[in-house]
């Protein structure tokens, strides 16, 4: 199975969202990396068509046909292509004078999902979601962290190979996103996954694979571990007084600001480092690979 970029660009007028970008992708967790306004939603709508491409091609091969090496544009599959897409859009367009069970009973119908297969699979999210308990409850009632965990659920409706979803975990609490963070990592298997966003903790232990983005292009690809080894002579840790905090800020692009030994220290990330202080092979992070990369 492969889903394929090429060349992918959205223009707004003068305005380039995203800059020719050549990504593939097959089974597997993408993590795609990138600060608000990097690209990484208008990404997200043009793999599922809620907005029309100004360049570029996005191939699709499901792996069915082992003569069929190079696949289609989604444009012409339409409703095949469809069929084996899950979308968790950014915003909770949650309508709230439904119940869960009948929002996804709604979303399976327009899915064309057949009813009794539509049953047990809405019964199974629910439960793997832990929202069984409240399936009866509105879902203007919700938290957020619920609403969250109903549109991942429908997303999965009719158990699709391919799986958007942006910023599932925004808003949430630690807990809550430590629990959809593992609940997609066990979604891998056979699927292409594409997790959009800017909270560096819910990609980096499940990712296959990091995208970073800035301004509208691909400006790293790899997996976790060869990213953070990358910038293993990057980072530095030294004592720095609260006085001197604003110079550091303005020389590097500092880290964790932190009390060690009863002083203050800075974590910094760059090329040129202070000959003081001390590097940190060993606890590095991919909070130290965005701020190398992606930060200002």
């Known amino acids: 199975m492969r889903l394929q970029l090429c060349d992918l660009t959205k223009k707004y007028g003068s305005f380039t969202a995203l800059d020719r970008v050549n990504v593939t992708f097959t089974e597997g967790i993408y993590g795609i990396l990138g600060a608000n306004g990097a690209g990484k939603s208008t990404m997200m709508n043009l793999l599922t068509d809620n907005i029309a491409r100004t360049e570029g091609r996005i191939i699709f091969d499901d792996g ?8 289609a544009d ?36 327009l899915k064309a999902i057949p009813k009794k297969r539509a ?16 399936r009866h409850k509105k879902l203007g009632g919700y938290s ?16 699709p190979k391919v799986v958007i979803l942006d910023e599932p975990t925004a808003g949430l609490d630690p807990k809550e996103r430590i629990r959809i963070r593992n609940f997609i990592s066990s979604l891998s298997r056979g699927r292409i996954i594409l997790l959009a966003t800017h909270i560096v903790s819910d990609i980096e232990s499940i990712s296959d694979s990091i995208i970073m983005m800035k301004h509208g292009r691909v400006v790293g690809v790899d997996t976790p571990s060869a990213l953070i080894s990358a910038v293993a002579d990057k980072v530095k840790e030294l004592p720095c007084s609260p006085d001197e905090l604003g110079r550091m800020e303005e020389l590097y692009r500092v880290g964790n600001v932190f009390q060690r030994l009863g002083e203050t220290w800075v974590r910094i990330v760059g090329d040129e480092l202070p000959d003081e202080g001390q590097y940190v092979p060993d606890h590095l992070s991919l909070e130290d690979v965005y701020l190398y990369y992606l930060g200002e």
């Open 64 to 71: 069915s046909d082992p003569f069929d090496m190079e696949g």
């Open 144 to 159: 957020g962290g619920m609403k969250q965990r109903v549109l991942l659920a429908q997303a999965l409706l009719g158990d």
């Open 74 to 109: 989604i444009l012409a599959l339409g409703r095949d292509f469809r069929r084996v897409l899950g979308y968790m859009p950014q915003q909770q367009g949650c309508y709230d004078h439904m119940t869960a069970e009948a929002f996804l009973s709604y979303m399976a119908d």
């Open 119 to 134: 049953r047990e699979q809405i019964e199974h999210l629910l439960a793997v979601t832990d929202l069984t308990g409240v």
